[in-house]
């Protein structure tokens, strides 16, 4: 299986702070990289998908970067609305797999 | 719009069998894939397997050892995840997720989530 890891595992920012959270993937994946935001007691949802291209209907704010083995998720100015745990998924080969998550809060 | 709506919470004892139903709905249920996927709690999400509604095609975690079985009643627009010989560690919120194929494993829309809890 391919082993997803995430840095940092948590961080706390100010309102209009941008914030970047790397993922790194034990194997290269190429662009098979999604990134999801969950919020308590909700399902996960999707942000970003193929490493850097926004789900429609998602604040352009949030960007994704990176190929290979290397990525970056980025939140250009923190919302309030955006504190939340921010997982990483591969789908390179079965499994996919996921990140062990960033939670994201306000300083 | 599109729709996945699960089952309820279930309690279950160690050695038993659970089974988790998706109906889904504002959309041509034949045309994507289910996934199922759990979440223990303050876990990363794990991938169970999945099953390609036209043709019931699936695939399973080896981490689950045969223990999943995913199934779908097309006429109901409705899967279904089995899992048997539950353990303590099988304490999760287990989701259904839709995606656009077996290996294309993107996933737009989840269901609300179906807590099980395994207990003596």
């Known amino acids: 299986d391919i082993q997803m890891t995430q840095s940092p595992l948590s961080l706390s920012a100010s309102v209009g702070d941008r914030v970047t959270i790397t993922c790194q993937a034990s194997q290269g994946i190429t662009k098979y990289l999604n990134w999801y935001q969950q919020k308590p007691g909700k399902a996960p949802k999707v942000l970003i998908y193929d490493a850097s291209n926004l789900e429609t209907g998602v604040p352009s704010r949030f960007s994704g970067s990176g190929s290979g083995t290397n990525f970056s998720f980025t939140i250009s100015s923190l919302q309030p609305e955006d504190i939340a745990t921010y997982f990483c998924q591969h789908y390179a080969s079965l499994p996919p797999t996921f990140g062990p998550g960033t939670k994201v809060d306000i300083k | 719009q599109v729709q996945l709506v699960q089952s309820g919470a279930e309690v279950k004892k160690p050695g038993a069998s659970v089974r988790v139903s998706c109906r889904s709905s504002g959309y041509t249920f034949s045309h994507y894939a289910i996934h199922w996927v759990r979440q223990a709690p303050g876990q990363r999400p794990e991938w169970m397997g999945c099953?390609?509604?036209?043709?019931?095609?699936?695939e399973y975690s080896q981490h689950f050892q045969d223990r999943v079985t995913i199934t779908r009643d097309s006429s109901a627009s409705t899967a279904y995840m089995d899992l048997s010989g539950l353990k303590s560690e099988d304490t999760a919120v287990y989701y259904c997720a839709r995606s656009y194929g077996l290996l294309v494993i993107l996933f737009t829309h989840w269901g609300q989530g179906t807590l099980v809890t395994v207990s003596s």
């Open positions: 099953i390609g509604a036209a043709n019931g095609n699936t």
